[in-house]
């Protein structure tokens, strides 16, 4: 039985993914190299469980109950000493991953499971890289993790089925909908998601239609309830390049080329919410954007 669980970095995903599992009452331990990053982890996980006791969802000794079950720690060897299950969830960087997965393989207990929450990276790649590549499997969480119920959960082409079956119940226990799937580029999230994202910049960059427009008719004409330019700035530009980089590379094909527009505007920093400005532009601290004066100048050329 799983009782205590580490997480490897306290970025969005990262605290995303220790709150439900501090919520749902394991004992968490939250890692990260960076102390400032983990005080705005912990910080996070405060702000988004005062939004769940503000709608009735969690009460205050909840709350206090599952903050008091997150220890953070720069300490990655004695973080996961008594770890048996441990959620690597770093940069989506293939040689960072790696690293960590070496690190965790010589540092957790024999019995630990070692899951990587990868968008994109082959899970057989990072077990590979470690003495137990039957422990090693996928566990991909959305964004906002505490509020989307999908956990997609990706199988190596070591990883053993008790594994799966222990990590498939166990979403069951956080309140989440597994599915599982093979270990393709992109897997079946992103294999789907991203090539829409990159057709929605083509079609801006090709002059087809405004940000605002090519948002609009996805949302109101297929009911997505975000925009694909608007959940790019969601992502992280970056990110959605690594992917697309990645299915290009991984699969040979030109139609997961990245669009040049997307990537010129990755070189220049505009990363979407994270940077303030994407293909909508963000006021400090906030989620609610306006489409970027670049796209309006450029509209009528």
Same mark, same amino acid.
Do not use: F, W, Y
């Given at each position: 039985m799983m009782k205590n669980i580490s997480?490897?970095?306290?970025g969005t995903m990262g605290n995303g993914i220790a709150h439900v599992f501090a919520q749902h009452n394991f004992q968490v331990h939250l890692i990260d190299t960076n102390e400032e990053a983990l005080r705005r982890g912990v910080e996070t996980i405060s702000r988004n469980m005062?939004?769940?006791?503000?709608?009735?969802?969690?009460?205050?000794?909840q709350k206090a109950d599952a903050l008091g079950r997150i220890i953070?720690?720069?300490?990655l060897a004695d973080a996961v000493a008594s770890a048996d299950l441990v959620v690597e969830a770093a940069t989506e960087n293939t040689d960072l991953k790696l690293n960590i997965f070496k690190? &965790?393989?010589?540092? /957790?207990? /024999?019995?630990?499971? &070692? /899951?990587?929450?990868?968008?994109?990276?082959? *899970?057989?790649? *990072?077990?590979?890289a470690t003495l137990r590549p039957e422990k090693v499997i996928g566990m991909h969480f959305m964004n906002p993790v505490p509020?989307?119920?999908l956990v997609e959960i990706i199988n190596g082409y070591a990883t053993d089925k008790s594994v799966t079956d222990a990590i498939f119940q166990l979403s069951i226990e956080l309140g989440k909908t597994p599915c599982v799937v093979n270990d393709y580029p992109g897997f079946v999230?992103?294999?789907? &998601?991203m090539?829409? *994202?990159n057709e929605a910049?083509? /079609? &801006?960059?090709?002059?087809?239609?405004?940000?605002?427009? *090519?948002d609009t008719v996805m949302k109101l004409g297929m009911a997505h309830p975000m925009g694909p330019l608007q959940l790019a700035d969601f992502i992280g530009l970056d990110v959605c390049l690594s992917i697309l980089r990645v299915l290009h590379q991984g699969f040979g094909q030109p139609k997961y080329a990245p669009c040049p527009l997307l990537v010129n505007m990755v070189t220049a920093g505009k990363l979407g919410v994270k940077s303030g400005e994407g293909f909508y532009s963000y006021a400090k601290n906030s989620k609610e954007g306006v489409a970027s004066s670049f796209f309006l100048s450029k509209s009528s050329e």
């Open positions: 997480v490897v970095g306290a005062d939004r769940q006791v503000s709608k009735g969802l969690l009460s205050d000794g953070h720690s720069t300490q690190l &965790l393989d010589n540092h /957790a207990p /024999a019995h630990c499971i &070692l /899951a990587t929450n990868t968008s994109s990276i082959s *899970i057989t790649q *990072i077990g590979a509020v989307m119920k999230a992103n294999r789907i &998601l090539p829409m *994202i910049i083509c /079609a &801006l960059h090709e002059g087809v239609a405004g940000v605002s427009e *090519i």
